[in-house]
Each structure stands twice: as C-alpha cells, then as structure tokens.
C-alpha cells in the first residue's frame, strides 16, 4: 500500500526541519519542537493499550467531527488493515504517540486492534500433497 499523498507546508522555525542553533542542519528523525508531540498525544498518563509494532488496526467507523487530524488521519488510512509500525512511518510520528493516539481511538471503538496472523513453522503434510497432487493432474 502506498502512502498517503499529501501536500507538506514548509517548516517554520520552530518545525522539526529548522536548523540547530549553531546553523547546523537538523538531523533526520531529530524534533526540534517536542512540545508538538504533547499537543498531538495529550497528556497519556492514564494506562495504554497492549498495542505492538504488529498490531494490526482496522478502522471500524469514519472519523467523527471531534477527531484531531492525526486521529481523522489514522482513521482513514486504517480502512484497510496496517500494522502499527507502518502507521507510525506514514505519519511521520514516533511509535509512542501514534501508541497513545490508537488507545484513545480503541476507548471510542472507532479502530479494532488484532494480533498479526502467526504462520505455522512446518507446513500440513496433507495439504502439500493435495497441492502436489493437483499440480500433477494439469
């Protein structure tokens, strides 16, 4: 699935892009306004969700009027199923704040979070050759 395509504003001063002090210029992944991240997560103090970077999260309604826009965001990318791990890089925004954004969307049941399907490590013996077996009939 590709990411979403959007128009990006370019960062003030106070963006995550704007140069160090000395002029230097800021390095990738490095925020040089973290208080933005407080603003989009809220406080999360209270407990989180058990939500890993395999999660999978499904939108189950449209977003509400009342959502923030990272939260409408979340919603309408998680139409399809997507781990958070992937969410977390089509946002731009570290692991724990999406963690903190995807509790508040599971208290509201707008998302439903589902463990990633686990494969067996050895193959059914009678499958593959059910599989063997009609291969061989074409």
């Given amino acids: 699935m590709t990411p979403p395509q959007r128009q990006r504003r370019t960062p003030g001063p106070d963006g995550p892009a704007a140069p160090a002090p000395d002029g230097a210029p800021a390095k990738e992944g490095e925020l040089r306004n973290p208080e933005r991240l407080f603003v989009i997560g809220g406080e999360g103090g209270g407990e989180r969700a058990d939500i890993d970077l395999v999660t999978l999260i499904v939108a189950r309604a449209d977003p509400p009027v009342s959502a923030t826009p990272e939260q409408a965001a979340l919603l309408r990318l998680c139409a399809a199923p997507l781990s958070t ?27 439903q979070a589902r463990a990633p399907i686990v494969r067996q490590k050895v193959a059914d013996r009678n499958l593959l050759e059910a599989v063997m077996h009609g291969l061989q009939k074409l």
């Fill in 85 to 111: 791990a992937e969410l977390s890089a089509y946002l731009g925004l570290p692991f724990s704040v999406v963690t903190v954004l995807l509790t508040d969307l599971l208290a509201n049941e707008l998302v």
